[in-house]
């Protein structure tokens, strides 16, 4: 089974740009989570989606969205780029959710912002 | 301060020793996960725990939850080279659409030879 995958993988954009993250979670899996990690804030939760609606958010800015297709494929969006968004964003797939069993994460896609 | 309180910060140890590493939430806890992250990668799930007392084991790692503490511990035991990373915890804490899914700072693990 292919594992979790996350494009691109690197990315750099300027202040003010907005961004599209892709994330393909494990075949048969409807649950997809992104999160961001940070040396200062560490890992924080973005929102989880399950079969094409958001189910759990964290608490981060409007400007911070995303979505799911019916193939379970989810985007994550970032409008408005800030120096502060500068960092690694992870997805994880799941069958049922994260609160009901294994996660499996993707390599991530470490973004930069100038 | 702090929802989920991770110590220690960082563990130094020698090569067949064993470890403890442990996670305190300031919240109830829904859910408490174990994750380990090599350095500039990606995370694997450890484990993930539910009930009180529930503990389980993973090869040579074994996680414990104490709910009434709402504390949980992950020890190694015989510890290798390959162990060596950084730990994350995560936690429920919520019931609602928009509650808080939270991680702790990490626990960074070096490995002696």
């Known amino acids: 089974k292919a594992g979790v995958t996350q494009t691109p993988r690197y990315l750099i954009k300027t202040r003010g740009q907005q961004v599209t993250l892709s994330c393909s979670p494990i075949?048969?899996?409807?649950?997809v989570s992104w999160y961001q990690q940070t040396p200062g804030q560490g890992l924080q939760f973005l929102f989880e989606?399950?079969?094409?609606?958001?189910?759990n958010k964290g608490n981060f800015p409007g400007r911070f969205s995303g979505r799911q297709f019916s193939n379970s494929r989810s985007e994550m969006n970032v409008s408005t780029l800030e120096l502060g968004d500068s960092a690694l964003y992870l997805c994880?797939?799941?069958?049922?959710?994260?609160?009901?069993?294994?996660?499996?994460f993707g390599p991530g896609t470490r973004l930069l912002v100038l | 301060s702090q929802e989920l309180e991770q110590s220690p910060q960082s563990l130094i140890v020698q090569e067949g020793k064993n470890l403890t590493i442990n996670c305190t939430s300031s919240?109830?806890?829904?859910?408490l996960y174990w994750y380990k992250q090599k350095y500039g990668e990606g995370l694997i799930f450890l484990m993930m725990?539910?009930?009180?007392?529930e503990e389980k084991s993973h090869e040579k790692i074994t996680a414990k939850l104490d709910e009434k503490k709402q504390q949980s511990s992950l020890h190694i035991t015989a510890s290798q080279p390959s162990h060596a990373g950084i730990y994350l915890c995560?936690?429920?804490?919520?019931?609602?659409?928009?509650?808080?899914?939270?991680f702790g700072k990490g626990t960074r693990l070096h490995i002696l030879p």
């Open positions: 994880a797939s799941s069958a049922l959710g994260p609160g009901t069993g294994t996660q499996y």
């Open positions: 919240k109830t806890l829904y859910g």
């Open positions: 995560g936690a429920d804490i919520g019931m609602n659409r928009d509650d808080k899914i939270i």
């Open positions: 725990l539910q009930k009180g007392g």
């Open positions: 989606y399950f079969s094409e609606t958001q189910r």
């Open positions: 075949s048969g899996h409807r649950s």
